[in-house]
C-alpha cells in the first residue's frame, strides 16, 4: 500500500538543515523535513536558574511556538501566560532531551536557551525542533569554545528525534499532517548517536498498540534517528571550524 | 540492594481504593498508593466541546490539581491561567488514556469530567491518579445506564497505569518520592486489562537507556498494572449493582 | 417547624474533627460539619510579609479553596490570578479571624499559613474552615513549641465560628445549604472562648432585619460556638502532648 | 478625650452631595465626606445575567475603584483581571446593600450598574459610596419613571452607610482614616430608612470585642446613618421633578 | 458651514484648568476643555526604573485611564494587565511628550508618575492630559524645588497639545466627539512654547490626505497650543509662589 | 559625514521581497530591508468583527511580533493577553495604514488578518511589515478575485512606509538600528502610490524639532516610499496572473 506522499514506509521526507540563519543567535539552524519549516536559535545567558545558584553548573532550555498561519488554519498567537498544554509538553520534551546530552558541569555556570518557532507545519515539528535545536546548541557550544569560554566540549554525543506511527495498520517513519491525524498509534522517538534512548514517547489514542507494534516503531524511529545524525555532523562540519575538546 | 522502604524491585506499594468519598460526584474514588492520596471524581456534563458538536459522540477529559501543602514544602497555589507546563502534561495523559478504553459512540453526546487532586504526594501521583479516575469513570458510566441514558456499556476495558525506573542501575517498579528524585531514567506506563499499551512515556534525563533497560522496565510495569487491575474491579465489584452491557 | 434535616433551631450539625490527616503539614483538621468537609493544613514558613521586615512579629493567613465536585454542580477550578470575589472575602476572614486570638510578638518572625480546601460543600464551609484552620494553627504552634522555636505559648485563646441565619421567619443555628438558599439573612459569627466577638457579619440580601432578629441570632451564634471550642479542645487533647505557655 | 479632627465621638464629618456631574449616566453624584471623595454614576443597561433570563426580573450590581493617587501614596492601577481581595470585598458590599431596597419585578428585565471611583480617600470610602450609589440609583429610577419604562417606582426604601469602631477604647462615629488605622475594632452598618439593618459587618482585628461595646457602635451608627438618609431626600428634591409611585 | 456647536473652524472649546483639586498628590489640575474632563496628578517616587539605576537622571512617566461612564455608552473597566491598545498608545504619548521637556539630569534620581483619568469624554482626551498633566508635573516640579531637592528647575518650556482634522472636507480645530467620529482625517499634535513640535501624529482612517491638508492641520494646532500654554501659564501663576530657575 | 553603513543621507538599504514562503496562507511575501526580516502573511477568514454585523462591508486587520531571537540580546515572549504597549501600537498602525487602502464593500463580509513575524530585527521593523503586509494583502485579493468570490478589485492603490529621523544634525531616510537608536527625532511615513499621507509619525523624544526639519523628513520619506512601492508592483507582476479589476 502506498503512504499519501508515495513514500516506503521506512522511508524519510526530504531532510536539509540551513545554519547561521540569524546573525544575533550564537547559533542558528531553519530545519526543513518535507513542508515542516522550524526556525532554531540558540542564545547564551549568563544567568542560571534560582536552584542553580551556587552551583557550578548550566542549565539547557527550551520553547517553542508557531506562528499564526504555520498551519492549514490560521490559530490564535499564543504566548506569555496563555501558552496551551500541547506547547508546554513540546517545550518541556525538547528542553529535557538536550539536557540529557550536555555535561552540565562542562558548560558551567549559564544557560543555553533554545527557541524553536516553527514558520510551517506539515506533521513533526516537535521532533523537527529537536534535531535543529542540537544544530543551534552544537553552535552555540562551539562559539563559546572558540572564546575560551569553555575548557572542555560540553556535548556527550549528538542527539536527533523522529515521529513514528501506526497508520492504516502498518508501522511507518515519519508522518507528515494527514497521516498523523488518521494514525491509531502516534510515537515520537528521541536518541543519541550511541544508540540509546533519550525518550519515547508511544500513545495509543484511537486504540491501544501491542508489544509486536510498539517493538516495529521503535525499529523505524531507529533507521530514522541516524540519517538524521548524519545530517547533523555534515552540516555542522561544513560550516565549521570549531574545535571539539 | 535493599530499596529505601525496604521493597523487592517488583513490589508494589500497599495501595487500597475508597469509593463513594463524595455525595454528589456520579463517580468517586479515593486512591491510596503508600503515601500517596488522589481524590478522584467524576462529572457528567450534558454538553460536549465544539469540534463534536453535531456528532453523537461523546467526550472524556481530565483535571488534575495538587492542594498546596500535598507535598514536604508548602507549594503556591495554581489553577485558572495559571497552571503549570507539568499540570498540563499530566491532565492531558490521564484524558487521553481514558478516552483510549471509551467508546465514544455509546457514550452518546456527553462529557464525563474526571477531576484527580493530590491530597498528599509521595510520588506516582500521576499513575494513580489513572487508577482512581479509571474507577470513577466507571461509576459514573453504571449510573448512565442505571438511568438508561445509555444503551449499552462505553467501556471498552480496563485501564491502570503505574511508574517505573532504573534507580542505582536496577530497574524497580511503583518508585516512591525519594526514589524518583534519584532515578536516572523515569517511565510511566497506561495499559489495558487485554495486556496492550495506552501510553509509554521513558525519559532519560539524568542520562539515556538501552534497549534492555527499556525491556525490563515494561516488563515489571506488565505486572503491576495487572494487579493494580485486579484491585480495581474488586472495589466496583464491591460496591456496586450497575449492569455492565 | 421542622427544619428540612429535622433538626430544632439551635441545634448544630453532627461535628467530627479529625487531626493529622497530612504527613507534611505542621498541622491538620478534616473537618465534618453535616456534610460539610474541609482539609485544613498549617504550614510553618520562616519569612514574613514585606510589612513586617524588621520587626519581631509574626502573620498569620489563609487560603481557601474548592475542589471542583465540593458543590452540587461541577464549578470551575479557580486559582493563581483567577480567584473570585467570594474565595477573596472568605480567606481574608479566616485570616483576620486567627490573627485576633494570635500574639504575634510571641509568633516571631514567621508566618504560619493555613489552607483550607472544601471536599465537600453543604452549607457553612467558611465557618467550617475557621474551626478547623484554628486546630491546625494550634498543632503548627505545639510543634514549634516543641521544637523550642518559641518561648511562649502564642495562642491567646481559643476561636471558632458558626453561621445562623432566618429562615422561613425564624432564627436558626448552623444552615445547610438548602437553608441557606432560602434564607432571608445571613449571618456569619466568630466568637473567642472568652464570649467575645471577633467578627459578626449579617446580611439581609433578601430582605432587611430587624434589632430583635439580630439578638436572637447573635444568641444562637454563641451556644454553637461555645459547643466547638470544646471539641476543637477535645480533639487537641486526645492527639497531644504539646504543651501550653 | 478629643478626636484627631476636634469631633464629638457621635459627630459626622461634613457631607455633601452633588448631583449631575456627569452629563452621560442616568444618574450620577458626587460625595463629600470630610476629605473622602466618590465620583458615583449608575448606568442601565437592558441586558441581564444569565441566572435572570427568562424572567421578569432586574439586577443591581456594583463596581469599585480608586485613582491611584486618592491614598497618600501611589497605588497601582488594578482592574481587569487583576482586582484586589479589598476590592471584590466591597463592590459585592454595595450590590448587595442596594438590591436589598430594590423592588427587582418593579425594575424589570434590565440592569443598573453602579460605578463608585473613589478620587480622594481618607476613610469611610465603602460607606460613602453607598451612600452616593444610592442617590444615583435613585435618579436613575426617577429616569426610567419619566421615560414610562416603569409602571412602578421600583426603590422599597432608602438606604445609606457609615462606619464606626472603638478608638482609644471609645466608640466613635465616623472614622477618618487615622482613626480607622488606631482603631481595635472596626464596624460598617447599612440601614434603611425604616431603622432596619441591612448589613451589619463588625471586625476585631486588633482584639476581640464585648457585646455592650458591639451594641453602642450599632446606636452610634443608626443616628449617623438618619442624618444621611436625610441629606440624600433633599439633595434629590432639590434637583428634581421625577415622581416616585 | 457651521461645525455642530456653533464654532468657527479655528476655534477653541472652552478651557478651565482647576489646580489643587487633590491633596495628596504634589502637583494636580483638573482639565475641562468643552465637556471633556480629564483629572491629571503628578506623584514624585524616589525610585528610578531599572535602566536609570547607576545614573543620577530621573524619569517621567503616565497612566491613563476612564471611568466606566466617562463615555456616553458604559465601558468595561481596563487596568492591570487588560490594558487594551488604544490607552497603552496614549500613556505612551503623554510620557514621551513630557519627557522631551524635562531636563532629567536637573531633576535627578527620581520618577514623577502623572496620572490622567477621563471623568467625562467628548474627544480630545490625549491631547487634554497632555495640557493637564503639562500642570500637574510643573506644580511637583515646584514643590521639589521649594523642599530643595532640585538644585535647578528641571523643566525646558512649557508643553501643549490640541487636535486638529478633516471634517467635512474642512481642517478645524479641537475636535468634539460627534466631530471626530465623522473625520476622515485625525491629527494630534504636542508642541512647546518655542513653537517647535514634540509629536506630529497625522492618520487618514477614512482617506490618504494631502500635503496642503497637512499643513492646513498643522497651522491650526499652533494657534490653538498658543492659547492654551498661555492658560497653563496664568493657572499655575495664579496660585504661585514657588520659583522658577 | 558617513553615515554608519556608508550610505547617502537619501539611500535606502537593500530591499528584497520574496512571495510564497508560505503554502498555507492566501498572500505570504518575506521582506529584507538590510538586515530586517519580517515574515508577511494574509489569511482570510469569513466572519467579521460584531460591529460589521449586518452590513456587507470587510475588514482588514494586523498583528504583530518578534521571534524572541530576532534581536542582538534575546527578550522574552509576549502573545496572548501579555503584549506590550509597542506591538500594540505597531499593529494598530498597520492594520489602520491597510484599512486606509481598502474598498471595504468591494472586500464584503470578510476578515483578511495579517500576520508580521519579524525573524530578524535591525531598525525600520514596523515600516517593513507595512511593505511586505501590502503585497500579501494583494496576494489575497487576487486570490479571492481568481476564485470569482469578489467582483471588483478592493484595493485603492498601493501603499509602503519608510522611517526617516534626524541623525547627528542631520534629515536621514531609512535608519537601521544603530542610528535609530542615536536619532534625535525619529518618523514614520506611510503613504501611497497616489502621493497622499496615510500617516505621519513624527517624534521628538531627544528634543524637539523645528518645521524645517518636519518638511525636510517628509521630502525623504517620499522619495523612498515611491522605490518600495515600485518593487512591490514588479514583486507582485513577477509571480502574478491574478487580474486587477
Request: proline share 3%.
Amino acid at each position: 500500500m502506498l503512504r499519501v506522499d508515495g513514500r516506503e514506509n521506512n522511508q524519510l521526507r526530504e531532510c536539509t538543515l540551513t545554519l547561521n540563519v540569524n546573525r544575533y543567535a550564537e547559533g542558528s539552524c531553519l530545519v526543513s523535513l518535507g513542508h515542516t519549516r522550524v526556525y532554531c536559535t540558540a542564545s547564551v545567558d549568563d544567568r542560571v536558574p534560582p536552584f542553580l545558584f551556587n552551583t557550578q553548573q548550566g542549565w539547557v532550555t527550551a520553547e517553542y511556538g508557531m506562528l499564526p498561519r504555520a498551519t492549514s488554519d490560521r490559530n490564535d498567537r499564543e504566548g506569555g501566560t496563555r501558552v496551551g498544554g500541547r506547547t508546554h509538553e513540546i517545550q518541556r520534551l525538547i528542553g529535557r532531551s538536550l539536557r540529557t546530552v550536555t555535561d552540565m558541569e562542562a558548560l558551567g555556570s549559564r544557560t543555553i536557551r533554545l527557541d524553536c518557532d516553527v514558520l510551517q507545519a506539515d506533521g513533526g515539528t516537535r521532533t523537527a525542533s529537536i534535531v535543529g535545536a542540537y544544530v543551534a546548541l552544537a553552535q552555540a557550544c562551539g562559539w563559546l569554545m572558540e572564546k575560551k569560554v569553555l575548557k572542555r566540549w560540553p556535548l556527550l554525543t549528538e542527539a536527533a528525534a523522529i515521529s513514528v506511527g501506526i497508520v492504516a495498520g502498518e508501522p511507518v517513519l515519519d508522518l507528515c499532517y494527514t497521516e498523523d491525524s488518521q494514525a491509531t498509534v502516534d510515537m515520537n522517538v528521541v536518541m543519541t548517536a550511541k544508540k540509546e534512548y533519550i525518550e519515547v514517547q508511544g500513545t495509543g489514542e484511537g486504540r491501544p498498540f501491542t508489544r509486536d507494534e510498539h517493538d516495529a516503531m521503535l525499529q523505524l524511529a531507529w533507521s530514522g534517528i541516524m540519517t538524521l545524525i548524519e545530517k547533523q555532523k555534515q552540516a555542522l562540519a561544513a560550516v565549521g571550524p570549531y574545535k571539539k575538546g
